[in-house]
């Protein structure tokens, strides 16, 4: 089974600042989606990433997928409390349409 | 594009009883649906892969006759929990894939077995 492992688990930051979420696997994955979720909502989806090397920016979100395919992080700057909220990275596996979803960054800004 | 609902957004049943929640894509064509569970402050854990047509395909520990998924056309899939108990308490959320095999996230629904 494939595992993504996402940290730092929790992260609380004041408005404005950087901050850089993780997502590592020893597996090497077809792709990787970030995920944003609210609580008592669905996650929503923010970026597809399936070329390895590949970086791709959301305003001020940057996702990149590492050479091997094994790795991606995500990168906000000068965060927003509008940003809060849970991040989830999924992988999906080769030759199948499942996702495996690592186990979520809280991120809190602060005003 | 690619919006994907959920109906009903919560739900409160007495033990016993049977919830059956829909999952619908609004603006495409979904072959495969996903069921998922969350518990509170957790990562989504998938309960069964869905597809038009056919059975389900159940995750390892999910019990197929405790979680009846139906789905009948392109655009809908169900899910049933039978006979629920409060230990079937949990936020289920749904997803629908794309030909790009992105999936897209229903609202979820809060289901409390009292």
């Known amino acids: 089974t494939q595992l993504l492992e996402q940290s730092p688990q929790f992260l609380s930051i004041q408005e404005g600042e950087n901050l850089t979420v993780y997502c590592n696997s020893s597996?090497?994955?077809?792709?990787l989606q970030w995920y944003r979720q609210e609580p008592g909502e669905g996650p929503v989806l923010l970026v597809t990433v399936v070329t390895g090397g590949e970086v791709k920016k959301l305003k001020r979100l940057t996702f990149q997928f590492g050479d091997a395919r094994k790795d991606s992080s995500l990168h906000i700057t000068a965060a927003q409390p509008g940003d809060t909220g849970l991040y989830l990275c999924a992988g999906g596996e080769g030759g199948s349409e499942k996702l495996v979803f690592g186990k979520g960054t809280k991120l809190t800004v602060n005003p | 594009g690619a919006v994907v609902s959920q109906h009903p957004s919560w739900v409160i049943c007495k033990s016993g009883t049977s919830v059956k929640i829909e999952c619908r894509s609004l603006d495409f064509q979904a072959t495969t649906m996903f069921w998922y569970r969350q518990f509170p402050k957790q990562s989504l854990m998938l309960m069964a892969t869905?597809?038009?047509?056919?059975?389900?395909?159940?995750e390892q520990g999910v019990e197929k006759d405790k979680f009846l998924i139906n789905h009948a056309s392109l655009t809908l899939s169900t899910l049933t929990v039978t006979s629920a108990h409060p230990e079937d308490s949990s936020f289920y959320i749904c997803?629908?894939?794309?030909?790009?095999?992105?999936?897209?996230f229903g609202p979820g629904t809060r289901l409390t077995v009292l």
């Open positions: 997803s629908a894939s794309t030909d790009y095999n992105e999936q897209f």
């Open positions: 869905s597809n038009e047509g056919s059975k389900a395909t159940y």
């Open positions: 597996s090497v994955f077809s792709s």
